[in-house]
């Protein structure tokens, strides 16, 4: 009865793991490789007033929406595909699954090589990682509308734009936007991967940079600052699934 | 029957496809060799790479990395999931902090690793190990707090000691949860190892396809890409038999 709500609880979890980070840090830290909470929270101001932070976070940014819209619209199309048509299924399927179980960072160089060391390998990468789980839920969205329903509109007279537009996309709302967050965690991932391992002008540059000369505060600030983002932009998405999936379940 | 018949030609066709594109892009010198080796390079590139066996002690290098990792992770994990899953209100409090962490790309922590354990395996068992963790812990949360009650309040009131009641009830009824947190770590481990020996390291399998890159050797980094992923596959394989015996033992 006592015991403080859990969310209440959570915080306080943090706040001592973060003082405990503080007082061990400052007591036997070696400044060149770690630093205490405190220090990292000021570094934040004098980070992001280095217009070229400020930029590269942008850029960064800029290469996961792109990569986001692309696999999420080759996604939506190709598990449209395969998930209404039993003959392209028979045939695609089992090459997207054997390509999606592929380990894609072996070919992470390969995407350098062929697009270059700009934003196009960065999107590029994010869209190989994103596109796969999309197929696949907007897929089994589409394999599970009862074929009844298909048929009945069929029956009354429905041609095939409006069983897309009247049966079809009203039952796949839940799964497009299931199928979005999933789409966004790997892309995030993809993203940050192929710019952690070579960048021009994005996060990758700084986050290499701060390694290199012993800048832990800065280094972690950024990493603070592109974990927050990362958490906005899948909780939007999670947002977004919870709002738009539940009609159907009144 | 016939429409199966097609569908695997459709299969077969899509790949001959490939390999055809891949012939004449190539043969016909329309895309330099540095960006697509011809196929025959590669196949030459990967029975020079089964003869010499010079991946060796890369492998081995990757392979530590990921045992080590592994190990680490289901040790940490399952014991955080056994502590978190003993009251309610633990998991109340902690599941969902562990799940936002798990939501966060954790290689970005990697350039804060390779700064604390060097680019050595160090920073690489690290990142494997700490991106397993949430996997394992989470499913063990959920395969230990999802036991039904029932079953511990017929366990108990015919007598059972708590570590009776841990091994004979619990444990079963969380093992296929568990082996499933373990295999998803396991594979994840994997991806971020490789991952991490791409973007910074000495030696091991993602390093070795870096090098061939940065040197513009592509056949021979296609030849190690080949490589590096029958490894996964084989791992694959391995964590899924492991995965149903675990099952089947729970079983008999």
């Not at chain 1, 907007?138 to 069983?163: F, K, T």
């Not at chain 2, 990142?127 to 309040?153: D, E």
Request: glycine share 8%; net charge positive; hydrophobic share 60%.
């Amino acid at each position: 009865m006592s015991r403080p709500e859990p969310a209440v609880a959570r915080l306080a979890v943090i706040a001592l793991l973060l003082g405990i980070w503080e007082v061990a840090a400052r007591a036997f830290g070696n400044p060149l490789f770690i630093c205490p909470p405190s220090r990292v929270v000021a570094s934040f101001a004098a980070l992001f007033r280095d217009a070229d932070v400020v930029e590269a976070v942008y850029y960064t940014s800029f290469e996961i929406l792109v990569a986001f819209v692309i696999a999420v619209v080759i996604g939506f199309a190709l598990g449209l595909a395969v998930g209404l048509h039993r003959f392209t299924r028979g045939a695609m399927y089992p090459v997207i699954l054997l390509l999606y179980a592929m380990p894609q960072v072996t070919i992470l160089p390969l995407f350098v090589v062929v697009f270059g060391i700009g934003a196009v390998s960065k999107i590029a990468f994010g869209v190989s990682h994103g596109v796969f789980p999309m197929i696949m839920t907007v897929a089994a969205g589409a394999q599970s509308i009862e074929p009844i329903l298909l048929r009945s509109a069929r029956s009354m007279g429905a041609n095939r734009m409006q069983v897309l537009r009247y049966v079809v996309f009203p039952h796949l709302v839940p799964s497009f936007f299931a199928g979005m967050r999933l789409a966004m965690t790997a892309v995030l991932l993809g993203v940050l991967v192929a710019e952690l391992y070579v960048s021009q002008a994005g996060v990758g540059r700084f986050t290499s940079a701060f390694t290199q000369t012993f800048q832990p505060a800065n280094l972690f600030a950024l990493i603070g600052v592109l974990a927050a983002l990362a958490i906005t932009l899948n909780e939007l998405c999670r947002r977004a699934e919870l709002r738009f999936s539940r009609w159907c379940a009144g | 029957m016939n429409s199966r018949v097609t569908q695997r030609l459709v299969q077969a066709a899509f790949v001959a496809s490939i390999a055809l594109l891949w012939h004449f892009a190539t043969a016909s010198g329309r895309v330099a060799p540095l960006l697509l080796p011809p196929m025959p390079a590669v196949g030459h590139e990967l029975s020079a790479l089964a003869a010499d066996a010079d991946f060796w002690p890369d492998l081995r290098t990757t392979l530590f990395e990921l045992v080590m990792a592994f190990l680490l992770a289901a040790a940490a994990g399952t014991a955080a999931g056994y502590a978190v899953s003993r009251t309610r209100y633990a998991v109340r409090t902690f599941e969902p902090l562990m799940a936002g962490m798990y939501a966060v790309p954790a290689i970005l922590l990697f350039p804060l690793y390779v700064l604390f354990f060097g680019l050595g395996p160090g920073s690489k068992i690290a990142i494997g190990a700490t991106i397993a963790f949430f996997p394992v812990a989470l499913s063990t949360v959920t395969g230990l707090s999802g036991v039904n009650r029932l079953y511990l309040t017929a366990a108990r009131s015919m007598g059972a000691s708590s570590g009776q009641t841990f091994r004979l009830v619990m444990l079963p009824a969380a093992l296929p949860a568990i082996l499933a947190g373990l295999r998803i770590g396991a594979n994840a481990a994997f991806m971020a190892i490789l991952g991490a020996e791409t973007i910074a390291s000495f030696a091991g399998l993602g390093h070795r396809i870096v090098s061939m890159a940065e040197s513009m050797d592509t056949a021979k980094m296609f030849a190690n890409i080949v490589l590096a992923m029958s490894v996964a596959a084989m791992i694959n394989i391995a964590v899924s038999a492991a995965e149903k015996r675990g099952w089947k033992h729970e079983q008999a």
